[in-house]
């Protein structure tokens, strides 16, 4: 396979292209070389270079704003996003049924392949190579960023929307579904909103967010 559109979209050409081949083999496809290590490292850079970058901007915001603005900019649905801007379904190598999972289970696939090349790109490289290219790709988030923008996530504002309508709050019933992760439910009315996440909190993020979305699309 051709990486070539892929690093061209990276904005960098690998020295060691099994280092990008690791990051975009899932577990289905290979249970004893994939890319969960390097989504872990990758996830640590991410977090890393992202605090630095607020900490150095933002002089005079305290640590909880700091944490949520992180939080923010590093949440599910954008890394979701990146993924699908560099069209990491055409590379990652799954299983066959594996394939064939829902969009949710996709999704989870997709943030820990992009965090998964965060990681290569730095074993690849070096910290300033990596640096750069995260802040090159989270750039247009970066530069709408302030203090002042509400930073609450998912959970946070059903849970103060739920109260504004003197509703029981949510509960968030989770399943372990193996590798897969977490799938969680959460019930609103007379439906029932499901979603999946690598971890706990990811699939109830998600989770709230469908319910969110589906307050604000109905105008309840």
């Not at 990276?10 to 990008?20: E, G, Q, S, V, W």
């Not at 990146?82 to 999972?101: C, F, R």
């Not at 300033?128 to 247009?140: A, E, G, H, S």
Request: one cysteine or more; aromatic letters at 8%.
């Amino acid at each position: 396979m051709s990486y070539k559109d892929l690093e061209k979209n990276l904005n960098y050409k690998f020295k060691n292209i099994k280092h990008l081949e690791l990051a975009l083999t899932h577990k289905s496809f290979s249970n004893a070389n994939n890319n969960e290590r390097l989504e872990f490292l990758g996830d640590s850079i991410l977090n890393s270079i992202i605090s630095q970058h607020l900490f150095q901007r933002f002089v005079d915001v305290k640590e909880g704003l700091l944490t949520r603005m992180r939080a923010y900019l590093v949440k599910a649905e954008t890394l979701t996003i990146k993924a699908e801007e560099l069209s990491l379904g055409d590379y990652i190598q799954l299983s066959k049924g594996t394939a064939n999972l829902s969009k949710d289970r996709k999704n989870s696939i997709l943030e820990d392949s992009f965090e998964a090349i965060i990681g290569a790109i730095y074993l690849d490289s070096n910290w300033d190579q990596v640096n750069t290219i995260v802040l090159d790709t989270f750039d247009k988030e970066l530069k709408s960023l302030s203090a002042d923008m509400n930073f609450k996530d998912s959970k946070t504002e059903l849970q103060e929307i739920l109260q504004s309508m003197k509703l029981d709050l949510p509960k968030y019933v989770l399943e372990s579904i193996g590798s897969e992760g977490f799938n969680c439910s959460v019930d609103f009315k007379d439906q029932t909103f499901q979603s999946v996440g690598i971890s706990k909190q990811r699939a109830e993020t998600r989770a709230a967010l469908k319910v969110l979305e589906y307050i604000k699309s109905n105008n309840e």
